[in-house]
């Protein structure tokens, strides 16, 4: 008989091919954040928050969690977010809202020349996001555009949700980023 012994914190591999479609000369990064579910008490107390929102003529609703915590608090204020023209990567964008790409929360890596890129990361799932690094920030953002002092937003494409198993070698579908 045999025995396969599976650590359930054993991190799996992303990886997969991220190609710059752009006449801009810059890296790709594609970055992972881990998907955490909100705990119930939260869900339940923004969706009551919703719902008064929504009624004028009632006071603000501030729910206390069963651990003391203001509700209202746990979730932070939407990041500024500076206006732009529309493009295909504007509603990509957006997606990473209310709280906007937090680096401590994305695991990123670089493509190769080729695209390839590979990215561990712990088990569960996981969001997907590849951008061209312009600006050589690891983060999605603005930069100057060579030929002038005018801002630009650096092409953005946002994925789905990855499932990622416990010690899985996890193939994603090819990232195509194109000029907006």
Aim: glycine share 6%; aromatic share 6%.
């Amino acid at each position: 008989m045999l025995w396969n012994v599976i650590d359930p914190n054993e991190p799996g591999r992303v990886r997969g091919v991220a190609l710059n479609l752009t006449p801009l000369d810059a890296p790709v990064a594609v970055a992972l954040q881990a998907v955490i579910p909100e705990p119930d008490s939260v869900r339940r107390a923004t969706q009551r928050q919703a719902a008064t929102a929504a009624d004028t003529s009632a006071p603000a609703l501030v729910v206390i969690d069963s651990v003391g915590v203001r509700a209202d608090t746990l979730r932070p204020l939407p990041l500024p977010v500076p206006e732009r023209a529309e493009s295909a990567w504007e509603a990509a964008y957006a997606a990473l809202e209310p709280r906007g790409f937090r680096p401590s929360e994305w695991k990123v890596s670089y493509a190769s020349p080729r695209g390839d890129y590979s990215i561990r990361v712990p088990p569960g799932q996981h969001r997907i996001a590849a951008f061209i690094d312009v600006s050589g920030d690891s983060v999605p953002g603005l930069y100057v555009r060579p030929d002038s002092t005018s801002l630009e937003w650096e092409p953005f494409w946002l994925g789905g949700i990855l499932t990622v198993p416990p010690g899985e070698d996890v193939r994603a579908r090819a990232i195509e980023i194109e000029s907006p």
